[in-house]
């Protein structure tokens, strides 16, 4: 399955913006700083203030202690025992400030992996009120944004990534999967900038 769809159909009510990990520990100055943060992070914002009640915002929350983490995980988090809720400033796992204030009428959900439909509850959240398409924004673009986008399309929705509002650390992944998202899955998964996104997207 080749060839990126192109859509110049409006969005409407069954649309809802899903923001990933927009999050102080991956902004601020710590080893998790995703530097291109800084600069999708007004385009986030103005998306999600474009549609505040429908936007979704998901945090990675890690565990209290490796020990608690599955698998794995345990492993992973030994690594990172500072990103740990023992030893982590708690402020850090917050989102970050401008889009921290649109909540509510924005939601949050709280993951431990990288999917947030990994235990089915984001799922039901968006279908119970008749969601069918996903705008999806933040970071980054090969890990937690990745599996949201994968996890989306195992949904059934329809996922359109905005390109100019997700971030990563590594520009070379990055790219690479921009072009693994237009190629391979264009059936599945729109590419649009901000601009175009907001002015399909009417009441």
Not at 54 to 63: E, G, H, S, W
Not at 77 to 91: A, K
Not at 157 to 167: P, Q
Request: aromatic share 10%; net charge negative.
């Amino acid at each position: 399955m080749t060839g990126n769809r192109q859509s110049d159909d409006r969005l409407d009510r069954r649309t809802a913006h899903l923001c990933i990990d927009m999050q102080r520990m991956f902004k601020d100055d710590t080893e998790w700083r995703t530097p291109w943060m800084d600069r999708v992070l007004p385009v986030v914002e103005r998306i999600a203030r474009h549609r505040p009640e429908a936007t979704v915002f998901t945090r990675f929350v890690p565990p209290h202690a490796p020990e608690e983490a599955e698998g794995a995980w345990r492993s992973y988090f030994g690594r990172w025992h500072q990103f740990t809720l023992n030893e982590i400033d708690p402020e850090l796992i917050e989102l970050v400030a401008p889009l921290r204030d649109l909540v509510p009428p924005a939601v949050v959900f709280d993951k431990p992996v990288y999917s947030p439909f990994f235990d089915g509850r984001l799922a039901r959240f968006l279908k119970e009120r008749g969601i069918e398409t996903l705008v999806i924004t933040g970071a980054e673009t090969d890990v937690c944004v990745l599996a949201a986008v994968f996890g989306a399309m195992d949904q059934g929705f329809r996922v359109i990534l905005a390109k100019d509002a997700i971030c990563s650390g590594a520009d070379e992944t990055h790219d690479a999967l921009m072009k693994v998202y237009a190629d391979r899955f264009g059936q599945q998964v729109e590419l649009s900038g901000s601009d175009a996104i907001l002015e399909r997207w009417t009441g």
